[in-house]
């Protein structure tokens, strides 16, 4: 899966910046709106009820722009892609050859607040792992180099279902220096079972059909265990690779995702 990822974060550079090499390794965006005190991430209001959004964030991306970019500060580059098994159908597709579509913020019927853009992909039909979309925190030049996030204390961002039939949880997962392979701590070969790569830092979100904020701080980011104990008590915040968001198999999705931050 992280080869699988690895190319398609290359693809996303290819797409939007004109070539790929090999890899190695609230501000003013985030208004309340009617209802945004509704499902809510895992880390925080878990039982439901009104969420607290964070006063101080620091915007990752808040999609205007309208490119699979996000924003080039804070010394984070990087680009959005998708992600799935192969088995079913997903839109934006994932980046290939023959289907050379870029992921970009989709404009909305509606704004929220002064928000008029945001990410958006559904999909059903996936048999194997699923799908999802994330995207990189350092990936210069099509790279992928640890990103050091420990003046934060969590992320935030707003989501909400396109289909109100779709998939009403989210998986929210973090790649750190101890589950991804540009680490060079964790077991790529799968030899080794009780470190492998790929057990990323993960969380659930769940989604309604109104726009709401997910506030999730870092400790509530456990890794699975892949069948084995994980090695590594917490996430390694001074080596963080990706954000990504995800369903598992069976499910139909459908999710739109704005105003992605890091808060402290």
């Known amino acids: 899966m992280a080869k699988r990822r690895a190319a398609w974060m290359c693809a996303a550079w290819t797409l939007t910046a004109g070539g790929c090499t090999t890899l190695v390794g609230l501000d003013d965006g985030y208004h309340l709106v009617d209802g945004a005190g509704g499902e809510a991430g895992a880390g925080a209001g878990a039982g439901g009820g009104e969420v607290v959004v964070p006063t101080d964030v620091e915007l990752i991306d808040d999609m205007e722009d309208g490119d699979s970019a996000i924003d080039e500060a804070g010394g ?9 098994d192969g088995t079913g159908t997903q839109t934006p597709p994932v980046y290939s050859e023959e289907n050379p579509v870029g992921f970009i913020p989709e404009a909305l019927a509606e704004p929220r607040g002064e928000s008029t853009m945001a990410m958006h992909t559904f999909g059903s039909g996936f048999t194997e792992w699923g799908a999802g979309f994330g995207f990189a925190l350092n990936g210069p030049d099509g790279g992928l180099l640890a990103y050091d996030a420990s003046a934060y204390s969590g992320i935030v961002f707003w989501a909400k279902l396109g289909d109100a039939g779709a998939a009403t949880t989210m998986k929210v997962n973090i790649t750190d220096k101890t589950s991804d392979p540009a680490g060079g701590i964790c077991d790529e070969s799968g030899e080794d079972v009780a470190n492998p790569c790929f057990d990323d830092w993960s969380s659930t979100a769940r989604l309604g059909t109104a726009w709401a904020p997910v506030v999730i701080p870092f400790e509530q980011f456990a890794r699975g265990g892949e069948g084995a104990e994980p090695t590594a008590d917490a996430i390694d915040l001074t080596g963080l690779f990706a ?17 992605v931050g890091f808060y402290r």
């Open 76 to 84: 984070r580059v990087g680009y959005w892609y998708s992600f799935n």
């Open 243 to 259: 954000i990504e968001f995800g369903f598992v198999q069976g499910e139909d999705f459908d999710v739109y995702i704005d105003d």
